[in-house]
């Protein structure tokens, strides 16, 4: 199993224009999430999916969307990047909370510069 | 507004040393407490997790110390080794929704031989 892989692992936009990070696992994990990560703010919770055609927002959602088509892909999308978007990003997956102990599985993160 | 406040926010420890990270927590409704860590490069994987209706959990050298009524909790890395050194972050959730999880900021750790 390759787990949860996010492409890119790299990128850098100009302000104002869009993109998709892609994050997809193989582990059928019912629940996925994004998280940005931050010097000295740790990781703050952007949106999740507890299921396929199910999101939520967590708290930093502005600025953001997600969609989820299937049980393995939760892209997340800038439309109109800005500069308080540059961060590192993290794509997680769990089990159902009704069955595990809560363990989030992340990815190794995509680095997004925006200028 | 910090849920979940960690600290210190760095930390160095000599091999052999214990290594203490402490982290306080406002919301009483959170009753899951998981450490992760991350190294440089990587995303953060589960260490360590405890549930309240224990006052401590040891996994080998690794161990969380839990005081319910402080709203306190602190991971202890005892023989601390330089393979230890990372960046920890506790974090807390509801047993109802353990997938929501508040992070602390991070301690980054350097164990120096």
Known sequence: ?????????FQVLK????????CAQ?????YMSWYRQDPGMGLRLIHYSVGAGITDQGEVPNGY???RSTTEDFPLRLLSAAPSQTSV???????????????LFFGEGSRLTVL | ????????????????????????????AFDYFPWY??????GPALLIAIRPDVSEKKEGRFTISFNKSAKQFSLHIMDSQPGDSATYF??????????????????RLQVFP
């Open chain 2, 90 to 107: 506790c974090a807390a959730a509801s047993l109802y929704n353990t997938d929501k999880l508040i992070f602390g900021t991070g301690t």
């Open chain 1, 65 to 67: 969307n997600v969609s």
């Open chain 1, 26 to 30: 193989d582990m059928n994990h019912e």
């Open chain 1, 89 to 103: 990003y993290f794509c997680a997956s769990s089990y159902s909370r009704r069955e595990h102990t809560g363990e």
């Open chain 2, 1 to 28: 507004q910090q849920q979940v406040k960690q600290s210190p926010q760095s930390l160095i420890v000599q091999k052999g040393g214990i290594s203490i990270i402490n982290c306080a927590y406002e919301n009483t």
């Open chain 1, 1 to 9: 199993n390759a787990g949860v892989t996010q492409t890119p692992k």
């Open chain 2, 37 to 42: 860590q991350q190294f440089p490069g990587k």
């Open chain 1, 15 to 22: 302000t104002g224009q869009s993109m998709t990070l892609q």
